[in-house]
């Protein structure tokens, strides 16, 4: 199985970064052929606390069925996975915990290959790992950005937002330069667009035209995904949009990109382009 892993990063949060973690992880595994685990490597746990109840949260975590276990204590990965059995969790998943910021505090040499080591054991498993880093640049988002082949960069179309974006790209230049060289960026996504909005239109032309290092040339055009409420009634009933409200327009960008993920990791992936371009 020719399994890739993807990780959505950005330092700031409320940029959409979880929501589009969980909605790809469920927009892939709603192909039969797709197998998916995502990782929860956030200690705020907002994917774990959205799709696993109260009642599972306290069990796994009991068992010690959660990441900190396996970075920390250095058990099986395979071991620490809740296994996806329903429309409510159609994909495999490693739960975060407020323990996890263990993590950040534990140094030792080598600490950033960690998570990418431990995952080696389950890639022949799954086409698509993603992961969930939390919203700052430490510790566990090095980790992820090192485990990863691709990263995507959830923004806002709101101008601190787009200024801040050179930061991360910094922290993915280091990454690829010193740990990662098979890193590559996929491109910036823009999220809870308005585009009735000037002011969104305005700043998302302008993240439409970003470069990387002064080219496009890695980077997949993405769909922007539109600011809708459909997003809050989800979570607020404890569910992914992209299983909630599968016909909704406002999730199709989400299965685009599903749909170029996929076209990208077919055997034939070195010769398609999609229509996703470069300019």
Same mark, same amino acid.
């Given at each position: 199985?020719?399994?890739?892993?993807? #990780?959505?990063?950005?330092?700031?949060?409320? @940029?959409?970064?979880?929501?589009?973690?969980?909605?790809?992880?469920?927009?892939?595994?709603?192909h039969?052929s797709? %197998? @998916?685990?995502?990782?929860?490597?956030?200690?705020?746990?907002?994917?774990?606390?959205?799709?696993?109840d109260?009642?599972?949260?306290?069990?796994?975590?009991?068992?010690?069925?959660?990441?900190r276990? !396996?970075?920390?204590?250095?058990?099986?990965?395979?071991?620490?996975?809740? +296994?996806g059995? $329903?429309?409510?969790l159609?994909?495999?998943?490693?739960?975060?915990?407020?323990?996890?910021? $263990? *993590?950040?505090?534990h140094?030792?040499v080598?600490?950033?290959?960690?998570?990418?080591?431990?995952?080696?054991?389950v890639?022949?498993?799954?086409?698509?790992?993603?992961?969930?880093?939390? &919203?700052?640049?430490?510790?566990?988002?090095?980790?992820?950005?090192?485990?990863a082949?691709?990263v *995507?960069v959830?923004?806002?179309?709101?101008?601190?937002?787009?200024?801040?974006l $050179?930061?991360?790209?910094?922290?993915?230049?280091? #990454?690829?330069?010193?740990?990662?060289?098979d890193? %590559?960026?996929?491109?910036?996504?823009?999220?809870?667009?308005? +585009? +009735?909005?000037? #002011?969104d239109? *305005?700043?998302?032309?302008?993240?439409?035209?970003?470069?990387?290092d002064?080219?496009?040339?890695?980077?997949?055009?993405?769909?922007?995904? &539109?600011?809708?409420?459909?997003?809050g %009634?989800?979570s607020?009933?404890?569910?992914?949009?992209?299983?909630a409200?599968?016909?909704?327009?406002t999730?199709?960008?989400?299965?685009d990109?599903?749909?170029?993920?996929?076209?990208?990791? !077919?055997?034939?992936?070195?010769?398609?382009?999609?229509?996703?371009?470069?300019?």
């Amino acid at each position: 199985m020719n399994c890739q892993r993807l #990780v959505f990063a950005n330092q700031k949060g409320g @940029v959409g970064k979880t929501t589009s973690a969980l909605n790809i992880a469920c927009a892939l595994a709603s192909h039969a052929s797709q %197998r @998916v685990l995502l990782i929860d490597a956030d200690p705020q746990a907002s994917a774990t606390m959205l799709v696993l109840d109260a009642a599972v949260r306290d069990k796994i975590t009991d068992e010690a069925r959660v990441l900190r276990s !396996a970075l920390l204590d250095r058990r099986p990965i395979a071991d620490v996975v809740t +296994r996806g059995a $329903d429309a409510s969790l159609p994909f495999d998943m490693v739960a975060s915990s407020l323990r996890l910021t $263990d *993590v950040e505090r534990h140094r030792e040499v080598g600490m950033e290959y960690l998570l990418a080591e431990m995952l080696e054991s389950v890639d022949d498993s799954y086409h698509w790992i993603i992961i969930d880093p939390p &919203p700052n640049i430490g510790v566990l988002t090095s980790m992820a950005l090192t485990a990863a082949n691709y990263v *995507v960069v959830p923004v806002r179309t709101e101008a601190a937002d787009i200024q801040s974006l $050179d930061l991360i790209d910094d922290t993915i230049r280091a #990454v690829r330069k010193r740990i990662n060289q098979d890193l %590559r960026l996929l491109g910036y996504l823009p999220t809870q667009v308005d +585009r +009735r909005k000037t #002011v969104d239109r *305005v700043m998302l032309s302008a993240i439409e035209e970003r470069r990387f290092d002064g080219q496009r040339h890695d980077l997949l055009r993405l769909t922007p995904i &539109p600011s809708s409420a459909i997003y809050g %009634r989800a979570s607020a009933g404890r569910a992914i949009a992209s299983a909630a409200y599968p016909t909704a327009a406002t999730v199709q960008p989400y299965r685009d990109l599903a749909n170029k993920l996929i076209a990208l990791n !077919a055997p034939s992936a070195d010769a398609w382009t999609g229509d996703a371009n470069n300019d």
